[in-house]
């Protein structure tokens, strides 16, 4: 399912992607390595990738998300 990491990158939305690591450091909300794939295989990392949202990618590898998690048709790289 979606998480708020999911969404947030989806939406492009680097400000909610920071509050989203805020929260998870004061231990309010999961981190960002929990956002693993969704229901549809897709990470956030691959949401901000396809969706060309660059300050939202940033801030996912900034935070240590998998930019290598590997769908059937390839990874965050291909997704772009």
């Known amino acids: ?3 708020l ?3 947030a990158a989806y939406r492009g939305a ?3 992607l920071m509050a989203l690591s805020e929260a998870a450091a004061g231990g309010r909300e999961t981190g960002p390595r ?5 229901g549809q295989g897709m990470t956030p990392v ?5 969706r060309g949202h660059l ?3 940033n801030i996912c590898l900034r ?5 290598t998690a590997e769908l059937s048709s390839g990874n965050a790289l291909h997704c772009a």
Not at 34 to 38: E, N, P, S, T, V
Not at 46 to 50: D, L, S
């Open 1 to 3: 399912s979606h998480t």
């Open 34 to 38: 929990d956002a693993g794939a969704d």
């Open 14 to 16: 680097a400000a909610a």
């Open 5 to 7: 990491w999911h969404v």
């Open 55 to 57: 300050p939202c990618l």
């Open 46 to 50: 691959m949401y901000a990738a396809g």
């Open 63 to 67: 935070l240590g998300m998998d930019a």
